[in-house]
């Protein structure tokens, strides 16, 4: 989702084809298509028991909309450092915050569980956010982030070696702007250096066994690299051959596909008795924000 810090990879304006309305489409189909196995994870793990559960880099509000559905019951905060990209989010059942995720307006101790899903592959330096995640949360709270690994995000059979440049472009392009697709597999340490106990590592995949193909469109699909033909990074050839390429992928009965994703979650140590903290959003905002009035 939206980068929940100032500087970061991310640009919602720049991310797809089509800008805005673009991004809004890639981050409504990015969720349908692996939002039950992450959904299926967080519960597991616990982090859909204890509220409230602080979204942070919530965006466009394509995630929370999905969590308040599958878990009526929990209060969620959706949080994004783009006002702009929030208000899309309007009617998800959630309150909405603009804010750094680097400097979060609530109180120390005050959530039950914090989400970063896709967030920390855009931060140049994720440690701030996740220390922040840390004070936010309540002693045994669980923090999950979602990410990829560039170098193992998946199969795809047939495979077009032709695109492996391509591809790498794309990822060149992010660390150029601050980021790192290949965050997977530093996840599980960067949660024990900020201090979180029991780090797991959870994989989960998605193919178009259960899904239609077309579904991977806003991870295969070349809508994605038409601001790299608008930077320079590509060509125009180099595009050309990335939608032909897709559209053999997608016209062959027997091609198949794996996506690969890494949920890594940590519980926030029992260092203290907790704050005096209410255990759900409370109505009067003044006793749940930080430095409130």
Known sequence: MSAAAAAGSYDVA?????????????????AALSFEEELRIMRDLGLTRAGPLLELGAGSGAVTRRLRAAEPGLDVIALDVDAGLLR?????????????????????????????RYVLQHLTDPAPMLAEAMRVLRPGGTLVAVEVDSMLWGLADPMYPELASVHATMAQAQRGAGGDRQIGRKLTRMLRREGFTDVVLRPFAATNDTHPTAAFAPHLGPERLVPLVASGALSMGELALAADRWRRFLADPDAWVMLLGFAAAGTAPHGGPAPSVPETVPEKPARFWRNAQ
Request: aromatic letters at 2%; hydrophobic letters at 40%; glycine letters at 22%.
């Open 14 to 30: 720049n991310t797809t084809w089509g800008g805005v309305d673009g991004e809004l489409a890639r981050l409504e189909a990015q």
């Open 88 to 116: 899309h989010a309007g009617g998800c059942g959630a309150p909405l915050v603009a804010a750094d995720g680097a400097r979060l307006p609530l109180r120390t101790g005050s959530v039950g569980g914090v989400l970063l």
